[in-house]
Nanobody, 119 residues
Framework: QVQVEESGGGLVQAGGSLSLACEAS????????VGWYRQAPAKQRELVAV???????DYAESVKGRFTISRDYAGTPVYLQMNSLKPDDTAVYLC?????????????WGQGTQVTVSS
């Protein structure tokens, strides 16, 4: 099994910044992709940003120019730097990690970290 843990959530005023981190732990990890998702009340879970082991990056249109995803050489920790935050960024932010433990594929989620942006 692979454990995924997010950190860095909190309360911030509109226009402020927050940085999230995602860490995966397990044996013989080979990470293929790490994605940040968010879940707001009464809304579908949506992709915020994703980075792959090959270095490709994609962002949701709503966060382009404001959020930046980055990772270390091993794949995790993965960070999400959030700037110019808006109240509609308020959500539980979840980290998804995909890859291999040895030859076994995995797709694991963290428990989420709450981000609240006040107006």
């Amino acid at each position: 099994q692979v454990q995924v843990e997010e950190s860095g959530g909190g309360l911030v005023q509109a226009g402020g910044s927050l940085s999230l981190a995602c860490e995966a732990s397990g044996s013989a990890l080979r990470i293929v992709a790490v994605g940040w998702y968010r879940q707001a009340p009464a809304k579908q879970r949506e992709l915020v940003a994703v980075v792959t082991s090959g270095g490709s990056i994609d962002y949701a249109e709503s966060v382009k120019g404001r959020f930046t995803i980055s990772r270390d050489y091993a794949g995790t920790p993965v960070y999400l730097q959030m700037n110019s935050l808006k109240p509609d960024d308020t959500a539980v932010y979840l980290c998804n990690v995909r890859g291999y433990t040895g030859t076994i594929m995995f797709d694991s989620w963290g428990q989420g970290t709450q981000v609240t942006v006040s107006s």
